[in-house]
């Protein structure tokens, strides 16, 4: 059996929506810090503290990217689907290949005084095609990563980089 991944290829971006649920959050946080010196009121405390929990929960949840093609890697080529760009790649072909790898989804990063749940995006593969420079950021699943990882060390480049 041959091996074979198709990632999904993404364009990240920050929609309008998600900065008013920031605005929304940080004037219901004001709120709460307001009341808490100058108002003595149970009720504004605790509308507020549910704004924030909400729209808090609504923005962890919410992607902040949307799909614009796959990217199909296989143990001898490589077959690009992006907007109007259909294109099969041979790996003997390509020149210098990168993987740029910043977690799967759901994968939990811990850090000093946080912790963050990745969404599978920020992973780039870089590579070169005659002469042409192509980079894409690709949505990554567990079940996927070990596949990447065994296509990629099965392709032999002199000047690549993984």
Do not use: P
Request: glycine residues 4%; charged residues 20%; without cysteine.
């Amino acid at each position: 059996m041959r091996d074979f991944v198709k990632l999904s290829i993404v364009n990240k971006k920050r929609l309008t929506r998600y900065y008013v649920f920031l605005l929304i959050i940080s004037l219901a946080a004001l709120t709460l810090f307001l009341s808490i010196f100058y108002l003595d009121s149970a009720i504004i405390k605790t509308i507020a503290l549910m704004v924030i929990a909400v729209f808090g929960l609504i923005i962890l949840f919410t992607k902040n990217y949307t799909l614009s093609g796959f990217l199909s890697l296989y143990s001898d080529h490589m077959e690009i689907q992006y907007n109007n760009l259909n294109k099969t790649l041979d790996i003997h072909s390509l020149g210098k290949v990168k993987f740029i790898y910043k977690g799967y989804e759901g994968v939990v990063r811990l850090y000093l005084r946080s912790f963050a749940v990745m969404d599978g995006t920020s992973n780039f593969i870089e590579f070169t095609y005659k002469e042409e420079k192509y980079s894409f950021e690709v949505f990554l699943k567990k079940r996927d990563l070990l596949t990447v990882r065994k296509i990629l060390s099965q392709w032999d480049f002199a000047n690549s980089t993984r």
